[in-house]
């Protein structure tokens, strides 16, 4: 019934238009770099978002006193499960002023047990009140058997978890029909019974499950300093046309381990390997993703204005189409 009272006052109807004009203003782009692939047809209708921010409680006020510098808002889905009424009316005066990106944290898509119908169902619920054009989860486990990890641990680099992978996103998409993108996670276990390079691995469940890509451009550069790979040839291992949206900010070395905290600037390493991807791959959003020791907000404007610049350098992927009419 909550759920009804969100969906009927026109909040909703309003975001499906604006994903409407958005589609047309995309379709027909041509995915231009090295990348000569160009993307399936359901990720070149999605409409172009922008530049969005993480919304958190401390920043809602700035929020909505910077709201023509933020396109979209990312929520963190699990915190809307069986939403309070002032969740709701929170959701609803969201989803008046900016576009919501849901984004799940506990799915666990690398379960191999993932049978909790009850819990998609309570994903599923959140994600069909904003309906948005896009939902996010990671490629991780938070749980095993009744135990929650508590955080996002990798799974093995391997053929069968490829494949519990795919299988647990089939049952996901059979419930919530709205298009899913996966995020690529940091990592510092690593498992000696990898079979696939994190880059094969990825690619391998992006294809198969025919998901989007929610490229973590600092979660790939922590990997990549902390594993020793060269993060630009991981760029070009993937299948870049799958990218969708994209997390950047700032970690912090500790003990010789750079953690993605979510809590500086984002470092310039990091932005410029969004900008290699921003050249090559249909970019729809950036997020600024900032969850700890959150700075004035002039400095997340600053990161705004960034992000914004790097996706105007490639103008015919995103400047003219930047028609996302929602406001
Ligand atoms: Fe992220």
Not at 282 to 290: G, N, P, S, T, Y
Request: aromatic share 8%; proline share 6%; net charge negative.
């Amino acid at each position: 019934m909550e759920e009804e009272g969100v969906q009927g006052d026109g909040v909703v109807v309003a975001v499906e238009g604006a994903a409407v004009v958005g589609a047309e203003a995309v379709g027909g782009a041509a995915v231009g770099g090295e990348n000569s692939r160009g993307p399936p047809k359901w990720i070149r209708d999605l409409p172009v978002l922008g530049v969005g921010l993480g919304f958190r409680k401390s920043l809602k006020q700035e929020i909505f006193a910077h709201k023509q510098e933020i396109d979209f808002l990312e929520l963190i889905l699990d915190q809307y499960i069986g939403p309070s009424f002032g969740q709701i009316m929170e959701l609803r005066r969201l989803s008046k002023a900016f576009p919501l990106i849901p984004h799940g944290l506990g799915l666990s898509l690398g379960s191999v047990d993932f049978d909790d119908p009850g819990r998609l169902r309570d994903f599923a619920s959140v994600v069909k009140m904003v309906r948005p054009p896009w939902w996010s989860e990671h490629i991780a486990m938070t749980r095993a058997g009744p135990l929650d990890i508590g955080h996002l641990a990798p799974v093995p680099f391997t053929e069968e978890m490829v494949e519990i992978v795919c299988r647990n996103i089939a049952a996901v998409k059979k419930i919530l029909p709205v298009p899913l993108i996966l995020e690529n996670i940091s990592y510092t276990h690593h498992f000696s019974r990898n079979e696939l390079t994190e880059a094969e691995f990825i690619s391998a469940i992006l294809e198969r499950s025919d998901c989007g890509l929610l490229l973590d451009v600092m979660n790939l550069y922590a990997n990549s300093q902390n594993h020793r790979y060269d993060p630009i040839q991981f760029l070009d291992e993937i299948p870049l046309e799958r990218v969708v949206q994209i997390h950047a900010i700032g970690g912090r070395w500790a003990s010789g381990v750079l953690v993605d905290s979510h809590s500086a600037s984002t470092p310039v390493e990091v932005w410029e390997l969004l900008r290699y991807v921003a050249r090559r791959a249909q970019v729809k959003a950036i997020l600024i993703e900032w969850d700890e020791q959150i700075p004035p907000f002039e400095v997340i404007s600053g990161e705004l204005s960034i992000a914004r610049n790097i996706l105007s350098e490639t103008p015919e992927r995103f400047s003219e189409r930047r028609a996302y009419a929602f406001r």
